[in-house]
């Protein structure tokens, strides 16, 4: 059974420690948008371009029109918000191996407000065909799928946090698009993404085994529509609601992609994620206005599986 370890650790750093071995060995253009998340070393490809997402994504996918990988780092929330638009034409359409690094994910940009918490990036990049989206489970997590990110044959975005989130033991190695089920039951699957929604999906867990409920625990470090079919097929059989965490608005997230990949099975689904813009704050505060802690999810699941207490 995993555990949730005393430690923390980023995940935005773990990238940066591992990027510069795995862009040299890989072969990757490297590009920045001033970031300040790559540390380039001299046998590294890198280009700074500085705060321009859209040029960034059309320097990349031309890079790899004439046969380079490429991996362009950005705020999660600038990347799909000003270069959408590169992004579904230049790189998801035609299939560029292009591996587009947000940073900043979900709330964790705390007090520099809704213009860099990338709440909408799982909804807008999970839409695209082709595209891989993936959200690493804690920092262990992060280099082995930054590599198959690299190694990808198509697009894929690697979504990151800012600081120092949850680190757990007993979780295996990722394999992209693989759901992992990291604690069994039969009653309620709590699918999570993210390192703060995980934590919350084992303590949430342990405290309806204490109240006689059996619930499987699903960590979704693949987020698209791909990795939502093979989710749903890891769903117990006897499973009688799905509960959905993710640092993301709920609209067209994670939780939808799985709701929709089970939705013949007729399972009844909670979806748990942000619901509107969140205000500036520390990021513990904001899961916190966002229902997002476990007190409160464990609240939100015993109400839907015995009503009101």
Known sequence: MPEVTAERASTRAAFADALP??????????????????????????LNVGIAENAAIGLAAGAEHCGRRALVCTFGAFAVSRAFEFIKLDIAYPRRRVCIVGTHGGASGGWLGPTHHATEDLALMSALPHMRVVVPADAHQTAPLL???LRHDGPTYLR???KASPLFAGVPAPELGVPQVVRPGRDIALVATGPEMLSTALDVA???ADEGHSAQVINAHTVDQEAAAATGRALAGQCRLLVTLEEAWTSGGMGAQIAAAVGARGIPWLPIGVTGFLPPGTHASLLEAGGLTADSVLRQVLKSVTGPR
């Open 21 to 46: 071995e795995l862009a040299v060995r890989h072969g990757v253009l490297v590009v920045d948008t001033d970031t300040g998340s790559v540390k380039p070393t001299a046998e590294m490809d890198y």
């Open 147 to 149: 590599e198959q990110c």
């Open 206 to 208: 342990q405290a309806l």
């Open 160 to 162: 990151l946090g800012r």
